[in-house]
């Protein structure tokens, strides 16, 4: 093999230029680290990787990244499990969103949007609705692009009706995700994700208020815990509101099916909220 060639750890393609390091390893597209993200389990991933998600002194991310794939470490496993299985699912307007936006969106961000409608619950101009006032948001704040810190609080600006309804699902066909939840905060554009990094440093401050509002009640994945810590974030009645998003995300759970809460149902019940 010629020393200039450098090849896809996972698909073995020449790649022209690197795309995504992962320590020694280096992959060609998003497709191919997820696929050898999923070769293992996240806790055997974390072991492994973890430490390409933390600083040094030859590298800059995004403080806490780290933190944030931990938590899919220790999960407890059947609702790590219930997650994993709805990942394509709450994806799948991750693509769509992209036609009605006005400025930059990290990708978790439409993430999160598109868990918003993925059961056909929630309609598209509601999304539409909670995307305009996430880049509000966004264009207050002075910086470069909507974080899910943003768009979470958008969803609690707009929520009107905080109340269970039982709906009829009409979930759309999973589509294959486009983007690569382990990946994205190393591919971040490095002048955002440091905007980014001082609001989730003020999402981490919130936590142990979280966790207080969430004792004696069920379970709930970390990346959700955290999603109700961005709600607290300067915001007067921001606990008071938790306490109403609680059992409205525990009740869209448990009409899933659903162990506890995760990333998709808290995001339906939020949407839900708006419509």
């Given at each position: 093999?010629?020393?200039?060639?450098i090849?896809?750890?996972?698909?073995?393609?020449d790649l022209?230029?690197?795309?995504?390091?992962l320590?020694d390893?280096?992959?060609?597209s998003?497709?191919?680290?997820?696929?050898?993200?999923?070769s293992?389990?996240?806790?055997d991933f974390?072991?492994?990787?973890?430490?390409a998600?933390?600083p040094?002194?030859q590298k800059?991310?995004?403080k806490?990244?780290?933190?944030?794939?931990?938590?899919?470490?220790?999960?407890?496993?059947?609702?790590?499990?219930?997650?994993?299985?709805q990942?394509?699912?709450?994806?799948?307007?991750?693509?769509?969103?992209?036609?009605?936006?006005?400025m930059h969106?990290?990708?978790?961000a439409?993430f999160?949007?598109?868990?918003s409608?993925s059961d056909?619950?929630?309609?598209?101009e509601?999304?539409?609705?909670?995307?305009k006032?996430?880049?509000?948001?966004?264009?207050e704040?002075?910086?470069?692009g909507?974080?899910?810190i943003?768009t979470t609080?958008a969803?609690?600006?707009?929520?009107?009706?905080?109340t269970?309804?039982k709906?009829?699902?009409?979930s759309?066909?999973?589509?294959n995700l486009?983007m690569?939840?382990?990946a994205?905060c190393?591919l971040?554009?490095?002048d955002?994700?440091?905007q980014?990094?001082?609001?989730?440093?003020?999402?981490?401050?919130?936590v142990d208020?979280v966790?207080q509002?969430?004792?004696?009640?069920?379970?709930?994945?970390?990346h959700?815990?955290?999603?109700?810590?961005d709600?607290?974030?300067?915001?007067?009645?921001?606990e008071e509101?938790i306490?109403k998003?609680?059992?409205?995300?525990?009740q869209?759970?448990?009409?899933?099916?659903h162990?506890?809460?995760?990333?998709?149902?808290l995001f339906?019940?939020?949407?839900?909220?708006v419509n």
């Amino acid at each position: 093999m010629s020393e200039e060639k450098i090849l896809c750890h996972q698909c073995g393609n020449d790649l022209v230029m690197k795309f995504i390091e992962l320590k020694d390893l280096v992959f060609c597209s998003t497709s191919c680290f997820e696929e050898f993200r999923n070769s293992m389990s996240m806790r055997d991933f974390y072991k492994n990787y973890g430490d390409a998600f933390t600083p040094d002194e030859q590298k800059w991310v995004p403080k806490y990244s780290n933190d944030y794939i931990k938590m899919c470490g220790y999960c407890p496993k059947k609702l790590a499990e219930t997650c994993h299985s709805q990942t394509e699912i709450s994806g799948v307007y991750h693509e769509d969103v992209i036609e009605t936006e006005n400025m930059h969106w990290c990708c978790h961000a439409r993430f999160i949007l598109s868990s918003s409608m993925s059961d056909g619950t929630v309609s598209f101009e509601v999304g539409r609705q909670v995307q305009k006032r996430a880049e509000e948001i966004t264009r207050e704040q002075g910086i470069k692009g909507v974080t899910t810190i943003n768009t979470t609080n958008a969803f609690a600006d707009l929520a009107k009706d905080l109340t269970y309804k039982k709906l009829q699902d009409n979930s759309p066909q999973p589509k294959n995700l486009e983007m690569s939840h382990a990946a994205a905060c190393l591919l971040c554009n490095p002048d955002f994700a440091k905007q980014c990094e001082e609001w989730v440093v003020k999402e981490f401050a919130m936590v142990d208020t979280v966790k207080q509002h969430l004792k004696g009640k069920g379970l709930w994945c970390s990346h959700t815990i955290q999603a109700l810590a961005d709600v607290l974030i300067e915001r007067e009645n921001g606990e008071e509101l938790i306490d109403k998003i609680i059992p409205l995300a525990e009740q869209v759970a448990q009409e899933k099916g659903h162990p506890g809460v995760i990333t998709r149902t808290l995001f339906l019940a939020l949407g839900r909220a708006v419509n």
